[in-house]
């Protein structure tokens, strides 16, 4: 929680990705699963952040944007931006949708898709969401091989900064994994059943000249609001496909 305000606070939008990236911590790391420990947090818990997909999409294939970061309000529902409009772009001019050179060319021609798509997830920054891009084309392009039984071209996850087994990895999530291994949520324990019906019923705005659904100051200092070194609870992050419905 101590890096949030930090998070939130830096001053170049274009910073802000990175620092809501950083926000997630590695759940597979040592420190990380100790101080989780320490802190109580159950092992059914920690075993469930392992196996969700959050952090992979996010850090470790970096896919996965937020949105509107600009607005500093930390959002914890992911995007990964759609790859559709430049392989429709691709096949209307008659070329194999699934070539990468086509695929790349496609995502660097077609400026305004990205930088609509750079407005709602990346503060206007296009490097992020093209990255995002290339490696999702990449995976497509990488897997027709496997799937028609050709020899790969490694040079394909190459090209993107990833290697062959990633990019398996990645269209494993994104392409068979079951709803079960999609959205991990870990079961809960009654004896934090109290703390928990806490949790469900906060908001986590509401709080000393905040802007929670009570309005300004909802929360009171009375409510652990920021005057009274309270802490404020703020909801677990998940990854959606731009367009996926709710």
Known sequence: MDAVLPAASVEDDHE?????RDLILDPNDPEVVRAAEQEGI?????????RSPVHSLINEY????????????????????PLSPVVD????????????????AAIESLRIPIEYLAELFTAGDTAPVTDSLRRLAAMRSYMRDINLGRE????????????GESVYDMYRLLALAKYEDRYVIPPAHTEQAHSLEAFATGCSLDTEGGP???????GGPDKGGPLTGGRVSLPMPSVRRSGERT
């Open 212 to 218: 929670g659904m009570g309005g300004p100051g909802a």
């Open 89 to 104: 772009a691709v096949s209307e001019t008659g070329q194999d949708a699934e070539d990468r050179d086509n695929l790349f």
């Open 16 to 20: 802000l990705l990175q620092a809501q």
């Open 62 to 81: 970096k896919v996965a944007l937020p949105l509107h970061p600009e607005y500093r309000t930390m959002p914890m529902v992911w995007y990964i931006p």
């Open 42 to 50: 159950p092992r059914d818990w920690i075993e469930a952040a392992q």
């Open 152 to 163: 790969t071209d490694e040079r394909i996850p190459q090209a993107v900064g990833m290697d």
